[in-house]
């Protein structure tokens, strides 16, 4: 299967990582879930990235079980954790699929489940929420990130494809063309500077992240309301993408 090399890009954003970045990532996580402190927690971070908020959860008081399926991504993690907190035990930190059910049922049960903007990379996005809703322990919380169904979804998707069997001089230029699209197309369907990207992230990383982001799939806000309430689940909060193609962002009490 094609699939982007996420955890290249997240060894690039590291490099520039700042505290002040750090602190936005725990300023979303606190706004999202309506809480100051994740303190006697637990959260199981699906498809860590870079790592960055699996570190603010843990500077918050969780107990963090982070994973990636990507190597270079695990990479990452594993050197926020040494950089901030080493020799953790309250951080454990493992390479797996959201999609494997023995790796998934393995890693336990959870407070606090955390994926944002993963599982419609996976391949199989409403299999890999089912399996992510089952580590929620009961009174506990889901929070996913899916991007939105739009029109243009699907002519995205040809773009992301063809983006990830290209040549690298090929993927350079695309990076530049579409840097400046997105700048402009953000502007215009939210009225606000890309440049000011939230949850502590980066404009460039976000530009290559969704240009190179594959597999990718979406799906309404209706659909996964619907599908992760009927497991049980009842929605707390929904944050829809200021754009088109974004991020909805969901919080599921159990």
Not at 44 to 71: Q, T
Not at 104 to 110: E, H, L, V
Not at 123 to 147: C, D, H, N, S
Not at 186 to 201: E, H
């Amino acid at each position: 299967m094609t699939r982007f090399a996420f955890g290249e890009n997240w060894q690039k954003f590291l490099t520039t990582l700042t505290e002040a970045q750090i602190i936005a990532a725990e300023t979303a996580l606190k706004t999202m879930l309506s809480v100051e402190s994740l303190a006697g927690k637990t959260m199981l971070d699906i498809g860590a990235g870079s790592g960055l908020h699996s570190l603010a959860a843990r500077r918050l008081g969780a107990r963090v079980v982070s994973f990636d399926f990507d190597a270079q991504a695990v990479a990452c993690v594993n050197s926020l954790k040494q950089r901030f907190f080493p020799n953790d035990a309250n951080w454990r930190i493992m390479q797996g699929s959201a999609l494997d059910v023995d790796f998934m049922r393995a890693a336990g049960m959870f407070d606090l489940v955390y994926s944002w903007g993963v599982l419609h990379h996976t391949g199989e996005m409403w299999k890999a929420i089912e399996l992510a809703a089952e580590r929620v322990a009961p009174g506990g919380v889901l929070f996913l990130a899916i991007y939105n169904a739009h029109w243009t979804a699907p002519i995205w998707k040809q773009i992301k494809y063809c983006y990830n069997i290209s040549p690298p001089l090929v993927r350079r230029l695309l990076i530049q063309l579409f840097s400046g699209l997105k700048f402009v197309g953000a502007w215009l369907t939210t009225g606000q500077s890309p440049l000011k990207t939230s949850r502590g992230m980066a404009f460039r990383t976000d530009v290559i992240d969704w240009l190179g982001g594959y597999p990718y799939e979406y799906a309404s806000i209706d659909a996964i309301v619907r599908v992760v309430e009927a497991k049980g689940f009842q929605i707390h909060k929904v944050v829809p993408t200021a754009g088109w193609t974004g991020c909805n962002q969901f919080v599921f009490h159990r």
